[in-house]
């Protein structure tokens, strides 16, 4: 996927002249995750599409995918970072963010449109995903992407499989890799970090959430999904597990119940 240096969205002077994505042709998605591919160790921000949970990959910059990660974590930035900014801009000027649209995949690049409506007047913006993705959550817009994206994108980066915790707690989780941790902009470079969590399981039931960093159990150190693994499936039950996590960057103790 090639990325330029200029700037990433600019005003058309004819929205006409950009073939927008056809309603009829386009599904309403949420954001399922933001990951790094264990393959490539790129960010990826996955959508999933609203009515029948097909996911959509779309591999992304580390700077848009830490705007994405941040948002969806609610974490507050000292400063407005560039996202931010043009959302300020936006509502300044009284612009509104009707929708985003993912429209096309062509050679590996995907192409977006933003949606504006200002003054009555409805304004077509050029835009990468990520930067449509990331503006769009700040700005509590929907996001669509056309049928033939999903038609042409790649699988999922598959993570490791977390089985015993997947079994046992209803999570799925990934090392936290020191790109990872970038991404997220967390202290710890090693853990395990929650990459889903099944609704109606005993970890939905206690409070964890995706995005949370397990670091211990039991006061042994987590260092990998594997360790994560290695330790439940070792827990015998019935059994108390008390994990120590790092959760919005916070760190909290929760005390999972394990039945026979």
Same mark, same amino acid.
């Given at each position: 996927?090639?990325?330029?240096?200029?700037?990433?969205?600019?005003?058309?002077?004819?929205?006409?002249?950009?073939?927008?994505?056809?309603?009829?042709?386009?599904?309403?998605?949420?954001?399922?995750?933001?990951?790094?591919?264990?393959?490539?160790?790129?960010?990826?921000?996955? %959508?999933?599409?609203?009515?029948?949970?097909?996911? $959509?990959? +779309?591999?992304?910059?580390?700077?848009? /995918?830490? &705007?994405? !990660? #941040?948002?969806?974590?609610?974490?507050?930035?000292?400063?407005?970072?560039?996202?931010?900014?043009?959302?300020?801009?936006?509502?300044?000027?009284?612009?509104?963010?009707?929708?985003?649209?993912?429209?096309?995949?062509?050679?590996?690049?995907?192409?977006?449109? %933003?949606?504006?409506?200002?003054?009555?007047?409805? $304004?077509? +913006?050029?835009?990468?995903?990520?930067? /449509?993705? &990331?503006? !769009? #959550?700040?700005?509590?817009?929907?996001?669509?992407?056309?049928?033939?994206?999903?038609?042409?994108?790649?699988?999922?980066?598959?993570?490791?499989?977390?089985?015993?915790?997947?079994?046992?707690?209803?999570?799925?989780?990934?090392?936290?890799?020191?790109?990872?941790?970038?991404?997220?902009?967390?202290?710890?470079?090693?853990?395990?970090?929650?990459?889903?969590?099944?609704?109606?399981?005993? !970890?939905?039931?206690?409070?964890?959430?995706?995005?949370?960093?397990?670091?211990?159990?039991?006061?042994?150190?987590?260092?990998?999904?594997?360790?994560?693994?290695?330790?439940?499936?070792?827990?015998?039950?019935?059994?108390?597990?008390?994990?120590?996590?790092?959760?919005?960057?916070?760190?909290?103790?929760?005390?999972?119940?394990?039945?026979?």
């Amino acid at each position: 996927m090639k990325h330029y240096w200029w700037p990433a969205i600019w005003l058309l002077v004819c929205p006409a002249a950009l073939p927008a994505a056809q309603d009829a042709g386009t599904v309403e998605t949420r954001i399922k995750t933001v990951m790094v591919d264990p393959n490539t160790q790129a960010p990826v921000v996955v %959508l999933e599409s609203v009515a029948d949970q097909k996911l $959509l990959p +779309i591999w992304i910059d580390v700077a848009e /995918a830490r &705007a994405i !990660a #941040l948002e969806l974590e609610q974490v507050k930035t000292p400063r407005p970072l560039t996202h931010d900014l043009m959302r300020n801009i936006l509502t300044r000027i009284g612009a509104t963010l009707e929708r985003a649209v993912i429209t096309d995949l062509r050679n590996n690049t995907y192409y977006a449109i %933003l949606y504006l409506r200002l003054k009555g007047q409805e $304004l077509q +913006i050029d835009a990468r995903p990520s930067d /449509a993705i &990331a503006l !769009a #959550l700040r700005m509590k817009a929907p996001v669509f992407a056309a049928a033939q994206v999903f038609a042409k994108s790649r699988a999922v980066p598959a993570p490791k499989r977390s089985h015993e915790a997947q079994r046992k707690l209803g999570i799925q989780t990934q090392d936290l890799t020191p790109e990872l941790a970038a991404l997220l902009n967390v202290g710890h470079e090693s853990g395990a970090i929650v990459a889903d969590v099944e609704s109606g399981g005993l !970890a939905a039931a206690a409070g964890i959430e995706r995005g949370d960093i397990i670091t211990k159990i039991n006061s042994a150190t987590i260092k990998s999904a594997n360790d994560l693994e290695r330790l439940i499936a070792a827990a015998k039950t019935p059994a108390q597990i008390k994990l120590e996590v790092i959760k919005k960057g916070k760190p909290t103790t929760i005390v999972i119940d394990l039945p026979s």
